[in-house]
């Protein structure tokens, strides 16, 4: 599968903005998805994580309340809804696929850069 991430801007903090990820190729269906951030002069981190089927969610505990993922698999993409945002938020931000739970993300999309101005 092959992903392409969408969405980032430059935003006031307070706003909003919601992250795509879709399947260039290939389908999401059957893949747990991932958006991870990496933020300048810093190691990339987790930020959020759906379950194939989507019933296991799981957040961040720094985004928990602000950020809702979701996912439409007959639209092949993953949402990443963010408000309230931050200047901490300022970072790219990647999806990722991967087959089951517990194992690594071994698809990734190119990032998106969300910045975020106090």
């Known amino acids: 599968v092959q992903l392409q991430a969408s969405g980032g801007g430059s935003v006031q903090a307070g706003g909003s903005l919601r992250l795509s990820c879709a399947a260039s190729?290939?389908?999401?269906?059957?893949?747990?998805m991932g958006w991870f951030r990496q933020a300048p002069g810093k190691e990339r981190e987790y930020v959020s994580g759906i379950s194939w089927n989507g019933d296991s969610i799981h957040y961040t505990d720094s985004v928990k309340g602000r950020y809702t993922i979701s996912r439409d698999d007959a639209k092949n993409t993953v949402y990443l809804q963010m408000n309230n945002l931050k200047p901490e938020d300022t970072a790219v931000y990647y999806c990722?696929?991967?087959?089951?739970?517990?194992?690594?993300?071994?698809?990734w999309g190119q990032g998106t850069l969300v910045t975020v101005s106090s």
């Open positions: 190729v290939g389908t999401l269906s059957g893949y747990g």
């Open positions: 990722a696929a991967r087959r089951g739970a517990g194992i690594p993300y071994n698809y």
